[in-house]
C-alpha cells in the first residue's frame, strides 16, 4: 500500500512536470496580464466592453479558465477599455486600465488611465466585483497601458502617452509619474509626468501603405530581479509582426529624472522567423515557487506586414509564456519566442 501510494505520488509529480506548449489559451486575449495569487493564476486582457479575470489552471493552462466579468461600466461611460492590469496596492486589489470618455472610437483620442477596486488581496481577485474608483489624476495627454510598481520604496506608474502637444496619434512616448492614495486610500493620484524614453531606433517605427510613419513606445511592464531593474516595453505597431520587446534599464538614481533610464538599442524580444509573430505586450511573472522568471506576452500564428487592409494582425492575439533566464551579468537573456506546439518544460 505505501509503495502504491509512493509510486502513484512519484507517477503524478512526472506526469505534472512534464511539458506545455504555446499558445496557453484558446481564445483571443490581447495585452495578457498575468497575476499569481496564492499558487494560483488570474489572467487579465483586452475585451474591450468590460474587465475579465480568467483563473487559469496554471501558468502554462489557460485552455479552460473560470471566468468572471468583474466590472462593466454603466452605459454612455466609458469606451474602448484596453490593457486592464492587476495589482496588489496597500494590500488592496486594484484594476488599473485605458478608456475613452466619448464614444469616440474612431479617433481614440479620450484615452485615459482609471482605477478600480476589488476585495482586500488576502482574498482572491476575481472573489468580488470591482467597483470605480476614479480617472488618474495629473495626467492631462492621451494616456494607455498604465503599469504601476515600487522602485525605491514609492510607488509609480509608467504609461504610453503622445507627447507635449502632438495629438497625430502618430507618436507614442513612455512617461513616468509618481502615483499616491486619493482620500479613499486608493493610489489615483499622479504628480507631473516625465518622459521617459522615445523611440529612437528603426526597430520602434512602421511605416504604413499610405507611406506614414508611426514611431511607438507602449505596453510597459516592470521587472525587478536580483538587482535588475527596467521596463520591458513595446515598440514598433501592434498590427503587425514587427511588434517586438525593448528594454529601457534603470540605470540611475533618481525615477523619475530621464537620465535614469537607458535604452537597449537592439529589440530585446521579436517574431520567431517561423512563428509565431507580432511579439509583444508583455508582463512578468514567476514560476508557483517564486524561483524562476516567465515573461507572458501576446502573438499571432499568422504573419503580418500591417499594411493589410482591415488591420487583421490585431486578430488571433493569444497568450503565450516563457521562461526568462538572466546572464552572468544580471541582464535579462532576450530572443523569440519557442514555436507554438512545441513541448517545453513546465514551471518549477
Ligand atoms: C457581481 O455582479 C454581478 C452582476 O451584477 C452580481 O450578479 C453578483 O452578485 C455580484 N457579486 C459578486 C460577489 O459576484
Ligand atoms: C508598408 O507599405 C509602405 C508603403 O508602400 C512600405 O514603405 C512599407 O515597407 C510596408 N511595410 C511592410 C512591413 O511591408
Redesign the pocket.
Given at each position: 500500500m505505501k509503495f502504491l501510494s509512493l509510486l502513484l505520488t512519484l507517477l503524478t509529480a512526472a506526469v505534472c512536470a512534464v511539458a506545455y506548449t504555446n499558445p496557453v489559451v484558446d481564445a483571443s486575449t490581447p495585452d495578457p496580464w498575468m497575476q499569481l495569487w496564492n499558487g494560483n493564476y488570474y489572467l487579465t486582457f483586452t475585451t474591450g466592453g468590460d474587465v475579465t479575470i480568467y483563473r487559469c489552471s496554471s501558468l502554462t493552462n489557460c485552455h479552460s479558465p473560470a471566468s468572471k466579468s468583474v466590472f462593466t461600466p454603466a452605459s454612455n461611460t466609458l469606451y474602448a477599455l484596453w490593457a486592464p492590469e492587476l495589482h496588489d496596492v496597500n494590500g488592496n486589489w486594484y484594476i488599473f486600465f485605458a478608456a475613452q470618455d466619448h464614444n469616440d472610437n474612431s479617433d481614440n483620442q479620450n484615452h485615459h488611465m482609471y482605477v478600480l477596486k476589488g476585495p482586500a488581496s488576502t482574498a482572491a481577485p476575481d472573489s468580488d466585483n470591482y467597483s470605480f474608483v476614479a480617472k488618474v489624476s495629473g495626467i492631462s495627454a492621451w494616456a494607455i497601458d498604465g503599469t504601476v510598481f515600487t522602485l525605491n520604496n514609492q510607488l509609480y506608474m509608467v504609461y504610453s502617452g503622445w507627447p507635449a502637444g502632438d495629438t497625430s496619434s502618430l507618436n507614442q512616448h513612455l512617461f513616468i509619474t509618481q502615483l499616491s492614495n486619493d482620500a479613499s486610500g486608493a493610489p489615483t493620484v499622479g504628480g507631473s509626468a516625465v518622459e521617459i524614453a522615445a523611440p529612437q531606433y528603426d526597430w520602434e517605427t512602421f511605416?504604413?501603405?499610405g507611406?506614414t510613419k508611426h514611431a511607438i513606445n507602449e505596453g510597459p511592464a516592470f521587472l525587478s530581479r536580483n538587482g535588475f531593474n527596467g521596463i520591458l516595453f513595446s515598440g514598433c505597431a501592434s498590427w503587425?509582426s514587427?511588434y517586438s520587446i525593448g528594454v529601457l534599464e534603470f540605470t540611475g538614481s533618481d525615477p523619475m529624472s530621464a537620465s535614469s533610464w537607458t535604452k537597449w538599442s537592439d529589440r530585446w524580444w521579436q517574431s520567431n522567423p517561423n512563428g509565431p509573430y507580432g511579439t509583444g505586450h508583455c508582463s512578468m511573472t514567476t514560476s508557483a515557487d517564486g524561483t524562476q522568471d516567465w515573461m507572458v506576452f501576446h502573438a499571432t500564428s499568422t504573419s503580418y506586414?500591417?499594411?493589410e487592409s482591415g488591420t487583421p494582425g490585431w486578430n488571433g492575439r493569444l497568450a503565450r509564456t516563457q521562461i526568462i533566464s538572466f546572464d552572468s551579468n544580471g541582464k535579462p537573456v532576450g530572443g523569440w519566442p519557442i514555436a507554438d506546439g512545441s513541448t517545453q518544460g513546465d514551471p518549477a
Open positions: 511605416t504604413d501603405s507611406g503587425s514587427c506586414t500591417g499594411n
